[in-house]
């Protein structure tokens, strides 16, 4: 079998799908990080809940990408 190069993985895995290359994404990183301090986890999971109720709630609103990007690039809206 072919010994497969950094560069020839990288360049397959930019051919897959946006789904894969999540998922792919998502293993590489987990595999550079310790067991997860399962304290440190469930703060982490607990707010993610907490912050999901907010949006559900409509306690805070979301902001478009677009509408942050043009805010650090100067650009301001009428509606702002």
Known sequence: MESLTVETI???ALEK?????????EILISSLEDTPD????KAWQEEI????DEVDSG???CIP????????NGKT???S
């Open 59 to 61: 306690k805070v609103k």
């Open 49 to 52: 809940a907490r912050r999901i």
């Open 38 to 41: 399962s304290e440190v986890e």
């Open 10 to 12: 990288i360049k397959n």
């Open 77 to 79: 809206h009428a509606d």
């Open 17 to 25: 799908s946006e789904t894969d290359r999540a998922r792919i994404a």
């Open 65 to 72: 990408w677009e509408e942050i990007r043009d805010r650090l």
